[in-house]
């Protein structure tokens, strides 16, 4: 395809793939160009990730540590209490965030399980934050509930290309995932869907998944890209380091194919050096998650984040990160870390 900026109207795999081989600053200037039409590109939205259930999950996606078919270390927690959901959130709003996400370690969540739910949810909305969750596949009549009791978003990743789908899981299919998509965008709740770069994949599954996503019938209202962080006793322990420039480049594309969606930088920031994502944010990344720590590995810490921001003249959504706004944010942002890190975890995974 050539440099244009028209998008095609269902993104074809020449189409996609000839993105990622466009010259890097090509590319870069295409996407930073297609995210001013849509965002105000000083702005990054900040989510932040709770952990509810922990580990112990029986599905067998080789990336993740909350397995229980691998020794990874990470233990089994069961659903936490509604109190201790809305203290993190709590928290959470303080330090910054817009969005509070949840996860829960599962194939999917049973009925008995959605009163509980219901009541986090409310418990959420009622602080004055978006709300999200993730877990697992849902039934339509799950998706239902879940969008009465007022959940905003709902996070399922496709993760990879359909055809490496069964190279990383193989406990579901893929056309699964697309069916809880389908659910919960009937029912009217917004749909959170991306991947994660460093599977093994190839550049033309990295392609297949944006054009999954891309041709949704109505694109994901955010788009996690992770990027694999290696966890010891997972099958992909030893997984090949991604360069970041190829990282860059799939946030650029995934910018490129859905010019209205919120790109998050998810997963692997901590690897990232600061050069690395501040390019990332120019391709048109336009959210992370913020405050969480990884139940296995660190995501950076909150000052760390808001210093970045500050460096890059990049505004949260509750507005500029200012001098003394920046030492409040300090000051609250040490709190998360002297409790509950413990509970934090990457649910992109
Ligand atoms: S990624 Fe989610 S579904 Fe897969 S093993 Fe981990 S917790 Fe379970």
């Known amino acids: 395809m050539e440099s244009t900026m028209t998008a095609p109207l269902r993104w074809t795999q020449s189409a996609a793939e000839a993105l990622f081989n466009e010259p890097l ?16 590109p000083r702005v990054i939205q900040l989510s932040t990730l709770l952990s509810i259930k922990t580990g112990n999950c029986p599905e067998d996606c080789k990336y993740c540590p909350q397995s229980a078919r691998y020794h990874t270390g990470v233990g089994s927690e069961p659903l936490m209490e509604i109190e201790q959901v809305l203290a993190a959130a709590r928290r959470a709003k303080a330090s910054g965030a817009s969005r509070f996400c949840m996860g829960a370690a599962w194939k999917n969540p049973k009925d008995r399980d959605l009163p509980h739910l219901e009541r986090i949810i409310d418990g959420v909305k009622r602080l004055g934050l978006e709300s999200c969750m993730t877990l697992g596949m849902l039934s339509a009549s799950q998706a239902q509930r879940l969008a009465k009791a007022g959940l905003d978003y709902y996070n399922h990743n496709l993760d990879t290309s359909r055809d490496f789908y069964p190279s990383i899981i193989t406990t579901r299919r893929y056309q699964e995932r697309l069916d809880t998509l ?46 694999l962080v290696s966890v010891a006793g997972t099958p992909l322990e030893n997984g090949s380091p991604v360069d970041p420039f190829d990282f860059i480049r799939t946030v650029a594309a995934a910018r490129i194919m859905m010019p209205t969606s919120y790109v998050r930088l998810s997963a692997g920031r901590e690897q990232m050096s600061e050069q690395t994502q501040a390019m990332c944010f120019m391709a048109g990344a336009n959210s992370i998650f913020y405050g969480c720590q990884l139940l296995t590995t660190p995501n950076p810490n909150e000052n760390r984040d808001l210093a970045l921001l ?12 200012a001098p003394e706004e920046d030492e409040r944010l300090h000051r609250l942002a040490e709190r998360p870390k002297e409790a509950d890190t413990a509970l934090y975890y990457n649910a992109a995974r």
């Open 25 to 40: 600053l090509e590319l870069l200037f295409r996407a930073q160009s297609v995210h001013r039409q849509h965002f105000n």
């Open 310 to 321: 500050k460096k890059l003249g990049l505004e949260t959504a509750h507005g500029s990160v």
């Open 182 to 227: 389908s659910h919960v965008r009937e029912a009217g709740m917004k749909v959170c869907s991306g991947g994660i770069v460093g599977l093994g994949e190839s550049v033309r599954d990295r392609a297949s998944l944006l054009i999954e996503l891309a041709n949704l019938p109505e694109p994901p209202h955010s788009v996690p890209i992770n990027m």
